[in-house]
C-alpha cells in the first residue's frame, strides 16, 4: 500500500507544477500590461510611461519571465501569493479566511450529500422498478433541473421572509448553514444518488450475490457486501464532491452573502485583482488533484487488485 501512495504521490507532483505554471501565465494573457493593470486596480487617474516602470520595478515585472515563475512558485509554497492589487493587503490574508469559511459550508454540504445520495440509492435498488423508485427518481430529476439561484431565492422568501425561521445571509449561527447546505444537496444528491443506485443494480447481477442466496446467507448481510462493493465505484464520485462543491459555490454565495471563496472571487475578476484569483485557481486545482488521489487511494484499501494497476 505504501508503494501505491508513493507512485500516486509521483503523478500527482508533476500534475501540480503543470497547474501551477498555467495559473501564472494567467495575468499575461491580459492585452494590457501587467503593471497597467496593477495602476487600475489600485484607482490611479493617471497612468504615464514612468508609472509603468516604476511599477514594473517595484514588483518584479521587469525580471524574466522564467525568473518571476520560479520566484512565484518557490512563495506560493509558503503560502505566499503576493499582495492584492486593490487593497494592498497580503493575499493570504484575504484568501486564507474566505476559504475556511468555503471549506466549512462545503464539508457539511458534502456530508449531507454522502448520506442522502447512499440512502436514497440504496433504497432505490432494493425498490427498482416499484412505486417508491419511480417517485424518488422523478422528484430528482424535478428538483435538479431547477436552477439553484431560483431555489435559493424561493426558499429565502418562504422560509425567511414568510415564516421568519432563518437568516437570509451571513454566517451568524449553525442556522446560517441550513438555507446554502439544502440547496447544494439538492443540487448534487439528485445526481450522485443514481450513481450508486447503478452501482448497485449492477452489483444485485453479480454471480456472488447468487450464490450467496443459494447458501442461505441472510439478506442483510448480502445487501451490505452489496453495498461494500458498490460504494467502491461511488468513492471516486464522491471524492470529487468536494473541489466540485468548493469551485462552484459562487452563486450560492452571492445569493446568501455568504464571506467564502465565491464571493471573493467575483470581486477580484470584477476589478482584475490578479493576484487574488491566481491564487484562488491554485487552490481548487489543488484541492482536485488531492481528493482524487485521496479517492484512489481509499478504493485501493478496499479493493487491492487496483493497486497493481498503478
Known amino acids: 500500500m505504501g ?15 503543470v497547474i501551477s505554471f498555467l495559473t501564472f501565465i494567467l495575468i499575461n494573457l491580459s492585452p494590457l500590461d501587467p503593471a497597467e493593470v496593477v495602476l487600475q486596480a489600485q484607482g490611479v487617474p493617471k497612468i504615464t510611461d514612468e508609472l509603468i516602470a516604476q511599477t514594473k520595478e517595484a514588483l518584479g515585472m521587469d525580471q524574466p519571465f522564467i525568473i518571476r515563475y520560479f520566484d512565484w512558485l518557490l512563495a506560493c509554497i509558503n503560502l505566499d501569493f503576493g499582495d492584492s492589487y486593490v487593497t494592498g493587503k497580503p493575499v493570504w490574508s484575504l484568501i486564507g479566511p474566505a476559504f475556511l469559511n468555503t471549506l ?18 440504496v433504497i432505490c435498488a432494493l425498490k427498482e422498478g416499484k412505486a417508491i423508485d419511480k417517485s424518488i427518481r422523478g422528484f430528482s430529476f424535478f428538483l435538479t433541473a431547477m436552477p439553484s439561484y431560483w431555489l435559493a431565492s424561493l426558499l429565502i422568501w418562504f422560509v425567511s421572509v414568510k415564516l421568519d425561521l432563518l437568516p437570509t445571509s451571513g454566517m ?23 450513481n450508486v443506485r447503478t452501482s448497485m443494480l449492477n452489483n444485485l447481477n453479480e454471480d456472488y450475490v447468487l450464490y450467496g442466496r443459494a447458501c ?19 468513492i471516486s464520485i464522491f471524492g470529487m464532491a468536494v473541489p466540485i462543491i468548493l469551485g462552484s459555490t459562487v452563486v450560492i454565495e452571492n445569493v446568501f452573502a455568504w464571506p467564502g471563496l465565491g464571493s471573493l472571487s467575483v470581486k477580484a475578476i470584477l476589478s482584475r485583482d490578479f493576484p487574488i484569483i491566481q491564487a484562488y485557481v491554485l487552490i481548487l ?26
Do not use: C
Open 3 to 17: 508503494r501505491y501512495i508513493i507512485k500516486r504521490l509521483a503523478i500527482s507532483i508533476p500534475l501540480l507544477w
Open 104 to 121: 466549512k459550508l462545503t464539508l457539511v454540504s458534502s456530508v449531507a450529500i454522502i448520506v442522502l445520495s447512499i440512502l436514497l440509492g
Open 172 to 194: 451568524d449561527s449553525y442556522k446560517s448553514y441550513i438555507l446554502p447546505v439544502i440547496i447544494i444537496t439538492i443540487s448534487y444528491a439528485g445526481i450522485y444518488f443514481r
Open 216 to 234: 442461505g446467507l441472510p439478506e442483510k448481510k448480502i445487501a451490505m457486501h452489496i453495498l461494500r462493493n458498490s460504494l467502491q465505484v461511488a
Open 285 to 310: 486545482a489543488a484541492a482536485f488533484v488531492l481528493f482524487n488521489m485521496i479517492s484512489d487511494i481509499i478504493n485501493a484499501a478496499m479493493n487491492p487488485k487496483l493497486r497493481n494497476d498503478l
